[in-house]
């Protein structure tokens, strides 16, 4: 069911942008005016900050802390083998569709694009199947955590080598977002602590604490933005440090997860499908490239995830099963491509072609 969500929305976003009916000026010019773009993309980026909040809050550090050597394994071979083709891909890409563009951060960006695992849509899927507390249920959360730590990790360093030639500055927007990090755990966790506590089981909680752990999301992606990485890198950091333990929690979700599933995150894949353009993709050489795309997106990830299961002497139906799961795909990649081509307003490195190949190999993912 979430895999066909996805697809359906991925399938919405497209048929609405210059794939489809928005090659009609007309349609564009009544539904989607020019002036209208810039409200649709400011109520998609507002929902993006806080899906980046609810996916942080989805993160327990105690279990990745807990995780053992076999999940530490293929948490490491899921990201770096998939990673490591990832840019093998991209230097493909650099030469024909994106001549010219810096090397660093389009090898990065490409490579973590390529590589994650949607934290959120297998913890679901896993639900769904009810193999959340089997064995390879834990497994395959555990290693998808450790992949997601590792994968904002990596995308930091890109959006930090993106943001100026010099290499004094991307070493200063490193420094201030580990400083940012430092903070939030040693003043905001606190404060997130203390309305936790504050917060028993069986009495409703505080809206006066519902509002300032909202308000502070906000603040803390204004801050990130302002450092120079992301406005959702600080609503995921502190949506790592709310207690998970207790209703507090569990009361946050419910109070905006129905609102950013069922509008925002929807807008956000009409403002993404409104610049992919499926068309592009035209000649011999476009068709190559997708391929080349679609398999290094799958098999990096099912290829180096199988090895290492096998190697750890896991049997080999579940190490198969484990590689399927760990090749679940979702928002975050479009997240990270988006973040690319909008670094691309400033820095010019992310070619257009990058969100129509994530969009054709996502639909093509999204049957099993």
Not at 245 to 252: E, M, T
């Amino acid at each position: 069911m979430i895999r066909f969500v996805v697809c359906c929305l991925l399938q919405g976003g497209v048929l609405l942008g210059p794939s489809a009916v928005g090659r009609s000026d007309r349609f564009l010019k009544t539904v989607f005016p020019k002036q209208s773009l810039t409200v649709l993309d400011t109520l998609a980026s507002i929902g993006l900050i806080f899906f980046l909040f609810l996916v942080g809050m989805e993160l327990d550090l105690r279990a990745i802390r807990r995780t053992g050597q076999r999940a530490l394994a293929i948490a490491i071979a899921g990201i770096s083998l998939p990673f490591v083709m990832g840019i093998g891909t991209s230097v493909a890409l650099r030469n024909t569709v994106a001549k010219g563009v810096p090397e660093a951060p389009f090898l990065v960006f490409m490579g973590v694009a390529l590589s994650i695992t949607a934290f959120p849509v297998l913890a679901r899927i896993l639900a769904e199947l009810k193999l959340l507390t089997t064995d390879l249920g834990r497994m395959a959360m555990s290693a998808a955590a450790v992949n997601d730590v590792a994968a904002w990790i990596l995308l930091a360093l890109a959006i930090a080598l993106s943001g100026s030639g010099s290499p004094l500055v991307s070493l200063w927007v490193l420094l201030t977002g580990v400083g940012f990090v430092a903070f939030v755990a040693i003043f905001v966790r606190p404060v997130l602590g203390w309305m936790a506590r504050r917060s028993p089981e069986g009495e409703p909680v505080n809206e006066m604490f519902i509002c300032a752990t909202l308000a502070t999301v906000l603040a803390a992606g204004f801050v990130t933005d302002t450092i120079g990485i992301h406005a959702l890198f600080g609503a995921f950091i502190v949506g790592v440090v709310v207690p998970k333990d207790g209703p507090f929690a569990g009361v946050l979700i419910e109070k905006i997860e129905d609102l950013i599933s069922g509008l925002f995150l929807p807008l956000y894949f009409v403002s993404s499908g409104l610049k992919t353009n499926v068309a592009t993709i035209s000649g011999g050489e476009s068709w190559a490239l997708l391929a080349l795309v679609i398999c290094t997106a799958c098999l990096g990830k099912i290829c180096g995830t199988v090895i290492v299961s096998l190697l750890v002497k896991i049997p080999v139906r579940e190490a198969i099963a484990l590689g399927f799961l760990m090749n679940t795909k979702g928002l975050v990649e479009l997240i990270v491509l988006n973040i690319g081509k909008d670094r691309k307003v400033r820095n010019g490195f992310l070619p257009p072609h990058s969100l129509t190949y994530y969009f054709s190999t996502r639909l093509f993912e999204a049957f099993p």
